[in-house]
């Protein structure tokens, strides 16, 4: 199975207010993401990580979360995955961009949502992050937010 996802930030106390995520605390929401990760990634599973991954100030603890997470890891690196999150072990590939095929159907992965992209106008996808869903739903324009 492969998975997509973004904008986890974990570590990132000011998270719980900017996204009003319903946690009381920012180790409440770490715990939280990880358990729901691990529900329902499996081991021999991918995931492609559309960045901002996680705010952490020692690489130790990144490295400690990225071991504790089910899957084969893929960062596309975010504006906030800078230094020691794109350095951590635990990643089988970092890159800012990514194309890839799922039988047959070309997606381009980034961080950000882009207007026009590689493909765009022969029905390729574009997956992204960075705007923890706060751009409309426009799927006739083949572009999704994972976060």
């Known amino acids: 199975m492969k998975w997509f996802t973004s904008d986890t930030h974990w570590g990132h106390a000011n998270i719980l207010k900017y996204d009003n995520r319903p946690f009381a605390t920012i180790d409440e929401h770490d715990e939280e993401l990880v358990r729901r990760w691990n529900a329902v990634v499996a081991p021999g599973d991918v995931v492609y990580h559309l960045g901002d991954v996680a705010w952490h100030k020692k690489a130790i603890d990144t490295d400690i979360l990225l071991a504790r997470l089910h899957g084969t890891k893929i960062l596309i690196t975010g504006n906030h995955d800078k230094g020691h999150v794109e350095k951590a072990n635990g990643w089988a590939k970092v890159t800012p961009y990514l194309e890839i095929s799922e039988n047959g ?22 997956l992204h992050g960075h705007s923890h869903g706060s751009l409309p739903v426009n799927l006739q324009a083949k572009t999704f937010d994972v976060g």
Do not use: C, D, T
Not at 105 to 126: C, D, E, P, T
């Open 105 to 126: 159907q070309k997606i381009i992965l980034f961080h950000y949502r882009m207007v026009v992209w590689n493909g765009s106008h022969h029905g390729s996808w574009a």
